[in-house]
């Protein structure tokens, strides 16, 4: 099987996916902190539509990557598999919102999702599937508790309405989802940006 060159656009994709996340999640917590529950669906919804658009290309490109198999070897198993979860959580995640529905039971499947992205990178790291380890490991940890901090994040959400203030045990969750993104949001933006010079020179 021949190897498709898509992998750095693949990761500049998880790249937006932190950036749209980060400024959502951030406008809601700020619209919350100045005009309390009442409007934060309607600062929540625009961002359903970029974020739909990003869930359903990551999913149609982890299909292709688990049925064509283009990278070396297990690197598809390593790639695809939380790249196919991220891409469905994307998506139940925008269909929850645009329909307003609960959003913690898209939640509960992105933490157990960020659970299996770790247990991938660690046995990767230990197999030593790289040449970069510690910066793949980083990228699959800071993508993993992304996923794990994403359940409590959407249970505070869930009870948004009705409170009248963010505990500080809130603050500090929502504090670790945000750092979660960005770090993995920057770690493959890095990955990427390495990997297109040596694509280009390289094209399939």
Known sequence: MAFIDDLAMELFTLALVGIVSVYMT??????YRKNGA??????LKPGVFPLGVLGVVI???????EMTWP????????????YMFIGMIL??????????????????????AGIIAIYYGANAYIDKMTSSPIAML???IAFGLTGVFTFPTTLIYDMLP???????????????????????????AITA?????????SPP
């Not at 999913?59 to 990557?65: K, N, Q, R, S, V």
């Not at 009705?162 to 770690?187: C, N, P």
């Open 26 to 31: 951030a406008s809601v917590y700020l619209e």
């Open 162 to 188: 009705g409170r009248e203030k963010v505990s500080k045990g809130w603050t500090v969750i929502l504090v670790l989802f945000w750092l979660g993104l960005i770090i993995s949001a920057i770690l493959a």
């Open 71 to 82: 990278l070396p070897g297990s690197y598809n198993i390593l790639f695809y598999d939380p």
């Open 59 to 65: 999913l149609i490109m982890g299909f292709y990557g």
């Open 91 to 112: 998506v139940m995640m925008a269909v929850a919102i645009g329909y307003r529905q609960k959003l913690q039971y898209v939640g509960i499947l992105a933490f157990f």
């Open 193 to 201: 940006i390495e990997a297109v010079p040596q694509h280009l020179l």
């Open 138 to 140: 980083g990228l699959y």
């Open 38 to 43: 009442k409007n934060i669906e309607e600062i």
